[in-house]
């Protein structure tokens, strides 16, 4: 009877445990979807400015947390197996990818953070020096892209002011044909629409790219470092 009710609680043990780690496995992939989501979000969402920064901690951080998203996928999948077969190998080998993802993740929130700590003044330093010396020069279509697209998103002109284009290699040449400001710092675009700096024609009088896209790219790598430390820490839990 005694050696009866111990097997029935034994089973009923193992079954709860089944479900709690079913449970927890769940959880767990979900939260490498969001983390998956967050770093494909990130890249796609910001990706016109990569050519901007002058380094490149903010894409490796979203591109971690693709890779860790993506080894929760197959570590879920790895975990249902592992419950159902009740082989120690798949768990061992479960537990093992899930300390790797773990570290994966803790590495990328601890750059997003360090990152973030530095944006301000990487940004002070180079974006005024890479709009004026790199816009619409010879094989720097990336950047002459990535700066239009800044000055239409963010409805701006220049790093600090519309007035950083007058040191421009840009406006100084010939090919400017008499602008200013490039056509980008333009309310409403139409061909040589920088010859005239008026604050109804160009974004004159709404301030700098800098503060903005500081502000837009702070913002991004507080998600990064929150999802990868947050589902980090769940793990742990």
């Known amino acids: 009877m005694s050696a009866g009710y111990k097997d029935d609680q034994n089973d009923w043990q193992t079954v709860c445990l089944k479900y709690l780690l079913f449970v927890f496995n769940f959880l767990f992939w979900m939260g490498g979807a969001a983390v998956l989501g967050v770093g494909v ?20 951080s979203a591109y971690i947390l693709i890779l860790a998203g993506s080894l929760v996928v197959v570590t879920g999948f790895l975990g249902c197996c592992a419950v159902i077969r009740e082989q120690r190998s798949c768990l061992s080998m479960y537990f093992f990818c899930l300390l790797l993802i773990f570290l994966i993740e803790l590495v990328a929130g601890v750059l997003a953070y360090v990152y973030y700590q530095k944006l301000s003044e990487e940004l002070k330093q180079n974006l005024s020096q890479t709009m004026t010396e790199n816009y619409a020069q010879p094989g720097k279509g990336a950047i002459t892209l990535a700066v239009d697209q800044l000055q239409q998103d ?5 790093s600090n002011n519309s007035h950083d284009w007058r040191e421009s290699i840009f406006i100084l040449s010939v090919s400017a044909e008499g602008r200013v400001v490039p056509d980008s710092c333009c309310k409403t675009i139409t061909p040589l629409c920088g010859r005239r700096d008026h604050p109804s024609n160009i974004y004159k009088v709404e301030g700098g790219c800098i503060t903005k896209l500081e502000q837009f790219l702070a913002d991004h790598l507080l998600i990064i470092g929150a999802v990868g430390i947050g589902v980090a820490c769940l793990q742990v839990s």
């Open 41 to 60: 979000w990130t890249l796609v969402d910001k990706s016109d400015y990569l050519s901007l920064l002058a380094s490149s901690t903010f894409a490796v």
């Open 154 to 158: 963010f409805k701006c002109c220049g």
